[in-house]
């Protein structure tokens, strides 16, 4: 079914001009300040970028970089999966619809057996949108991010539970 809200998600390898392009992106909101480290140098791109078996994906809508996506992966065909949005992007659909594209990639294109991740506690929207994609919790943790403890869930989704959308 085709989403009429939400122009279709074109996704691709993200490429060093990409890194660029994000690291100019505007600060998230007040709300989603704690996670804009991800998107500037020393963050996330820059953690996974030159990782073997790691795939960098950018995302694009009407030509427009939007999002990227991270698999990382972890050990017996298991992998970590990262998004974030550009932050005038937030609560509109995109989020969904970049992880279901991140998702079909690292099932059916790479063949991944699991994917896991962490959520911050506090983030009730991105733990709805994993719960939809069938994303389980499997745990809490504690981790040091920018010189602060936060509180994160463990979560996971089989290969097995995965139907694209």
Same mark, same amino acid.
């Given at each position: ?6 122009? =279709? ?14 690291? #100019?992106? &505007? =600060? ?10 991800? @998107? ?10 030159? /990782? ?8 694009? +809508? ?6 990227? #996506? ?5 050990? !017996? ?9 550009? &932050?005038?992007? $937030? ?29 911050? +506690?506090? $983030? ?7 719960? /939809?994609?069938?994303?389980? +919790? ?8 920018? !010189?602060? @403890? ?7 989704? =089989? ?7």
């Amino acid at each position: 079914m085709m989403d009429t809200e939400n122009p =279709p998600i074109r996704l691709r390898q993200l490429l060093p001009a990409d890194k660029a392009a994000i690291a #100019s992106w &505007p =600060p998230y909101p007040d709300a989603f300040a704690d996670l804009d480290y991800a @998107l500037r140098p020393g963050g996330w791109l820059d953690e996974f970028g030159d /990782r073997p078996q790691a795939w960098l994906y950018a995302a694009e +809508q009407d030509g427009e970089l939007v999002a990227f #996506s991270i698999i990382a992966a972890t050990e !017996g065909g298991d992998a970590e999966f990262r998004i974030a949005l550009h &932050p005038e992007k $937030n609560g509109q659909g995109v989020g969904a619809l970049v992880a279901a594209r991140t998702l079909d990639e690292a099932f059916a294109r790479i063949g991944l057996r699991r994917l896991h991740l962490i959520v911050r +506690q506090n $983030n009730p929207r991105a733990i709805r949108l994993y719960r /939809r994609l069938g994303f389980a +919790q499997r745990g809490a943790c504690r981790q040091v991010v920018n !010189g602060r @403890l936060v509180d994160f869930f463990r979560m996971d989704l =089989p290969g097995v539970r995965w139907r694209p959308e």
